[in-house]
Antibody, heavy 123, light 108 residues
């Protein structure tokens, strides 16, 4: 069973930094693409970005609002996904979900979800 | 940037058919997926690859896609189907993923 457990959320001031972690189990992490999705309070789901497996190049893609400020990385030896968030803005306040894309025939969707961790950006 | 457009809200009476649409320029070439999210819970996939239903999802949930529009249909909607529904797909390159803005389904 896929298990994803996020940690690292909390209160941070605008302009500050925060690193989220996601501990994964129940599947072969090194073979998996992994993503982050966020949801601002009372708002919709927003895809943040994705990292491919090293065998698929280990490349990253980001949504426009976070590109250049957020960095997704992975440590396959620790089965852990990271989201480094810099230059945080109040509009980054959200619950951040770690997700595991399920891919078939060249098409993927977010198949596994963690419980989420809340990030609040406020002075 | 790429966008998927959904109506903000849909309202039906119990037993009626609810239809939620999602429009996007890349949908003729890319699959649509649909998620259900109830208050305080993580999203649940209800339709994948335009029209396939995951195991455990009731048969009243169905999906279709034609041209630039995908549609989630709930035939005989029930009170427990009240939730927010999000479509999900990618841009034409496949590198950028996007969720629609979400549709609040009210069944009363």
């Amino acid at each position: 069973e896929v298990q994803l457990v996020e940690s690292g959320g909390g209160l941070v001031k605008p302009g500050g930094s925060l690193r989220l972690s996601c501990a994964a189990s129940g599947f072969t992490f090194s073979n998996a693409w992994m993503s982050w999705v966020r949801q601002a309070p009372g708002k919709g789901l927003e895809w943040v970005g994705r990292i491919k497996s090293k065998t698929d190049g280990g490349t990253t893609d980001y949504a426009a609002p976070v590109k250049g400020r957020f960095t997704i990385s992975r440590d396959d030896s620790k089965n852990t996904l990271y989201l480094q968030m810099n230059s945080l803005k109040t509009e980054d306040t959200a619950v951040y979900y770690c997700t595991k894309p399920t891919c078939s025939g060249g098409s993927c969707y977010e198949g596994g979800w963690g419980q989420g961790t809340l990030v609040t950006v406020s002075s | 940037s790429y966008e998927l457009t959904q109506p903000p809200s849909v309202s039906v009476s119990p037993g009626q058919t609810a239809r939620i649409t999602c429009s996007g320029d890349a949908l003729p070439k890319k699959y649509a997926y649909w998620y259900q999210q109830k208050s305080g819970q993580a999203p649940v996939l209800v339709i994948y690859e335009d029209s396939k239903r995951p195991s455990g999802i009731p048969e009243r949930f169905s999906g279709s896609s034609s041209g630039t529009m995908a549609t989630l249909t709930i035939s005989g909607a029930q009170v427990e189907d009240e939730a927010d529904y999000y479509c999900y797909s990618t841009d034409s390159s496949g590198n950028l993923v996007v969720f629609g803005g979400g549709t609040k389904l009210t069944v009363l």
